[in-house]
């Protein structure tokens, strides 16, 4: 009975399961970038690309990646970071002098933090993305906000002011939050890569505290009455436990292969639930686990050739009932990150038994190379330790009939099939049977059971109004999958009737087959009410009658909104949380808050972003003159320009690319949305228009799009040819020959706009005469190319920054030869270049944690920090306001900021010699240290030990009253007190006894 219908099953699974392994190779962290592009290029050859099949969020990650890279396509983790940054510093301490004016950098944020109705052409208008909300019960004017890429955030007074806490940190990336319930001082912030980090001083200071392994920390969750015990998730990596206040966790359950969503149930602590693809739940306080999807064994009685089946579940995986005697098993190995798969048939009790024999056949399903081994195991008690029985590692094609002798006879017998591969392959199992009698062969991780929950993410909500209610929100492809409600504390459920409705698209009528589930996807519920259900997607949702039926509540257009009469919140809402009586949404908008989720209209929600500087800027463009304009792209906020009269406008919606402002004339500028879709204002973003694209052309990701230099109305673009246009962009013509693939990177010299340079990853290009003969490459570096900056009076000087292990490279003969610029470089990522053209050629590279200067005229000079009271944010690009002197850093979630120019030998005398003045006593210290200046100027304290790693923190603080800091927790031994205003900066040595 050799049933090939098997083969279909196969297939259908592994489609199922090809469509996450590009995310399941991100998460796990140990993939080359270029490994992930081929399977994930493949994934959407077959999905398709269009909105909501989840090719936007991958292009954004590729982006960042590819940037991001090293030399070897590999990404560093948050360890990695965090320790570099720790070298970095005490190799800055230990170099430092004191540095006035110019010398570090005198940044200062530009924004924008607000955005209003008044000032806003944009579709989608938002400050920034928000991940992750934690609000003190106690206290709900406490609440603590992370961004995307912008730190970790906090208000006391209900979000009328913010104050950041983490720019000194290594890491910016924050996917989880929370506050201790026991302590409102000790935070946890989860981030990629497993990493967590605490606090236990409202933020001031951070350690990394653990790290779970690969994948994105979802959800941090405190034991109430015992703050030792902790549980997070970790899409990715697991649902993990702790008993020792975070410090070490272990997984949860063998199955728990990724992590979504943790609860207890209100009032008992000692009940938990937790979901990933699966739903588990705990009934002893977290000691074990089970999991509703668990395997359902049949049992067998085996004595004198009669068989009497015993059934715990009316349904087998994928297979026939044993009883019919067409025992046919599909074994479908998994992928990348959960290798192994393993197959069990029912117990058998061998009791009386004489030399039992094992019988069965398999067949590869026509893939070659993929099936690396298969195992037949056993064991002789459901607890026990599986034994190997034998190995087969030979690829067929052929049905192959085995017997095997089963050993240590007992009573109760259990046999496993185990097959393992670095590919979503399959395989069939026939025949299996145990002395003639016909087995049916499970999956240990069944795809089906006898409840309704099928594997999409989940995520769920319990209410304190009912602790016996538990619902579950569940994703299919991105889209809604269904909504479970369970009565009996989550022993079992009911899958609710929702027909083809899709919450997690973009329509009121929930009619679309677009989402971006489990990115956007969450559940909250009424804590006074069970049920009153709130879930969400793209937009947001309520039911008043527990889940049997949805209305909207939200539109991410404004005008949308105000017309339908519900709240506008901009889209794509990562986070929902009820607290008391009210609803607070986390969105790649920011942060808002339903003050009365019971009564839906126009005003439903609030936006309480303003003041969070967390907009993440891809490119930005500044004119040349005063006053400055300044236009700058960013992921999910579009086009945004700080205009002439220095309000921020947001005039283009989608993610805003690359953008400037005219040279001529400031009320014009130009921008782009992702795939190179052009615009255009010609009056400073009041209003806008679109460009058509060349030949209909779509760019890369971030498209190139850059003006002549030095001729009115000419500007260019880059596809997969470079193409101008004479007339402000009406028509266009190519001037290069098709490259093969679209460019990443376009630059024209400012002193001769003939020579112009182009890359596609590592490639690099050169025109000398305006592209009429075809672009030369060259070479002689290594490398990605991430920047291309050329001098603006020296059209032969070249720089560019690249992922290679020199990081940055300087020509000085447009480009024949290159000379290698790593020096004292620290380990970050080399990002954005500007040239200046004072007497030391200075060179800027921004990281992806802070700017750096260098005069190139002095083949001995090394690198400066040029980071004075700059977050520690990845650049995306830096620009000079050549008319004011100013350095502009576009950055990916802190916004926009912008320093005075490096001056050198400009060091103020007064300024030099004021710094020194500030007493730091008594010295070495014990329990308290004071500082005290004679000057009314706010400054901002950091102290260092001597590996690097910050142990105080403290911002705008006056010392012309004595400060004392506590240092009774210090360790005995030298610390560095770093010391620095707006515009000047100095280190202390401070010893501790």
């Known amino acids: 009975m050799k049933n090939y219908i098997s083969l279909l099953l196969v297939v259908c699974f592994a489609s199922n399961s090809w469509s996450q392994e590009y995310k399941e190779m991100i998460i796990k962290g140990t993939y080359t970038v270029q490994e992930i592009q081929a399977k994930a290029e493949a994934h959407f050859a077959i999905v398709g690309k269009e909105r909501g099949k989840g090719y936007k969020p991958y292009k954004r990650w590729e982006y960042d990646a590819l940037r991001n890279m090293d030399e070897n396509g590999i990404l560093k983790t948050p360890e990695f970071y965090y320790n570099e940054l720790e070298r970095y510093n005490q190799y800055r301490n230990n170099s430092s002098t004191t540095f006035a004016k110019t010398a570090q950098g005198t940044w200062e944020e530009v924004g924008p933090t607000y955005w209003s109705d008044d000032n806003s052409n944009g579709w989608n208008p938002g400050v920034g993305r928000i991940t992750s909300v934690s609000v003190e019960s106690a206290n709900r004017n406490h609440i603590i906000v992370g961004g995307a890429s912008g730190g970790v955030w906090r208000t006391v007074d209900g979000g009328t002011t913010w104050t950041v806490l983490t720019d000194n940190m290594s890491n910016l990336t924050v996917s989880a939050l929370t506050i201790n319930p026991l302590d409102n001082t000790n935070y946890f912030w989860g981030s990629s890569n497993g990493a967590i980090f605490s606090s236990t001083d409202s933020g001031s200071t951070w350690s990394l505290l653990s790290d779970t392994g690969a994948g994105t920390v979802n959800k941090i969750l405190i034991d109430p009455t015992d703050d030792t015990k902790m549980y997070c998730s970790v899409q990715g990596g697991g649902i993990y436990k702790s008993t020792d206040s975070g410090a070490t966790w272990t997984i949860i359950h063998a199955l728990a292969t990724t992590g979504y969503d943790v609860e207890f149930k209100p009032g008992v602590t000692s009940t938990i639930y937790a979901t990933g693809n699966k739903y588990f739940k705990s009934i002893d306080g977290g000691v074990t686990f089970t999991t509703e999807n668990a395997l359902s064994i049949y049992q067998q009685e085996y004595a004198s050739g009669t068989t009497n089946w015993i059934s715990a579940s009316s349904n087998l995986n994928n297979t026939v009932d044993p009883r019919t005697g067409n025992g046919l098993g599909l074994f479908y190995i998994n992928n990348y990150s959960h290798p192994v798969t393993r197959l069990i048939p029912p117990v058998v009790n061998l009791t009386g038994a004489t030399a039992p024999k094992l019988n069965f056949s398999y067949t590869n399903v026509s893939w070659d190379s993929d099936i690396d081994e298969l195992k037949v195991l056993y064991k002789t008690s459901l607890g026990g330790t599986w034994t190997v029985l034998a190995t087969y590692t030979a690829e067929t094609t052929a049905w192959q009939d085995i017997t095997l002798d089963l050993p ?586």
């Open 408 to 993: 240590n006879q007992s009573s109760e017998y259990y046999v496993a099939f185990e097959g393992k591969s670095n590919y979503g392959r399959g395989l069939t199992l026939d025949d299996v049977s145990i002395e003639d009698v016909t087995l049916g062969v499970l999956f240990e991780n069944g795809f089906e059971s006898n409840s309704p929950l099928s594997t999409g993410p989940k995520m769920m909500g319990v209410s304190a109004n009912n602790p016996n209610v538990v619902y579950i929100l569940e994703a299919e492809n991105g889209k809604f999958g269904a909504f479970y409600r369970s009565t009996d504390s989550g022993n079992s459920f009911t899958k609710l009737n929702h027909g083809t409705n899709n919450y997690f698209g973009y329509e009121s009528n929930a009619d679309d087959d677009r989402g971006q589930a489990p990115r956007d996807m969450d559940i909250a519920v009424n804590p006074n009410d069970a049920n009153d259900v709130h879930i969400a997607g793209i937009l947001s949702w309520r039911s008043t009658n527990a889940g049997d039926t949805f209305s909207i509540t939200s539109q991410w257009v404004p005008g949308s909104a105000a017309n339908q009469n519900i709240g506008y919140c901009h889209a794509d809402i990562d986070i929902m949380e009820y607290v008391g009586d009210k609803l607070y949404v986390g969105s790649d908008g920011g942060i808002f808050v339903a003050e009365n989720p019971l009564v839906v209209n126009s005003n439903y929600y609030t936006d309480l972003s303003t003041g969070l500087g967390i907009r993440q800027f891809y490119k930005i463009g500044v004119n040349q003159n005063v006053p400055e304009v300044i236009t700058g792209g960013a992921q999910d906020n579009g086009a945004s320009v700080f205009t002439s009269t220095g309000v921020w406008k947001d005039w283009l919606g989608a993610d805003g690319m690359e953008t400037f402002v005219d040279k001529t004339n400031n009320n014009t500028l130009y921008g782009t949305t992702q795939n190179g879709s052009l615009y255009k204002s010609n009056n400073q973003g009041t209003t806008y228009f679109g460009l058509n694209s060349p030949d209909n052309k779509d760019g890369n990701w971030v498209t190139p799009f850059e003006q002549d230099p030095l001729i009115a109305n000419r500007i260019y673009s880059g596809y997969d040819q470079v193409y101008r246009s004479n007339d402000g962009g009406s028509t266009w013509t190519a001037i290069s020959q098709t490259f093969g693939g679209n460019l990443n990177h376009l630059k024209i010299a400012p002193s001769n706009n003939t020579i112009m340079f182009a890359a596609i990853g590592s490639t690099l290009y050169k025109t000398a005469n305006g592209g009429i003969t075809n672009w030369t490459t060259l070479s002689g570096f290594s490398g990605s190319i991430n920047s291309i900056a050329i001098h603006p009076t020296d059209a032969n000087k070249i720089a560019i920054a690249t992922t290679g292990a020199q990081k940055v490279y300087v020509s000085t003969d447009g480009g024949v030869n290159w000379t290698s610029y790593l020096k004292n470089l620290p380990g970050f990522s080399a990002l954005a270049l500007v040239w200046t053209d004072h007497e030391q050629d200075g060179l800027y590279v921004g990281m992806n944690y802070g700017v750096y200067y260098i005069g190139t005229t002095d083949p001995a000079a090394e690198w400066l920090p040029f980071s004075n009271n700059l977050p520690n944010v990845q650049i995306s690009e830096l620009e000079i306001n050549t008319a004011s002197n100013k350095l502009f850093a576009g950055t990916y979630g802190r916004g926009l900021w912008k320093s005075d120019l490096f001056e050198p030998g400009a060091l103020n005398i007064s300024e030099f010699e004021a710094l020194n003045t500030i007493s730091l006593f008594p010295n070495p210290a014990t329990n308290n240290v004071s500082l005290v200046w004679n000057k009314d100027e706010n400054v901002s304290i950091k102290i260092y030990n001597t590996l690097g790693k910050l142990v105080y923190y403290a911002k705008d603080k006056s010392l012309m009253n004595t400060l004392k800091i506590n240092t009774s927790d210090f360790a005995s031994g030298l610390y560095f007190v770093n010391i620095n205003t707006v515009s000047s900066f100095t280190t202390k040595k401070l010893i501790i006894e």
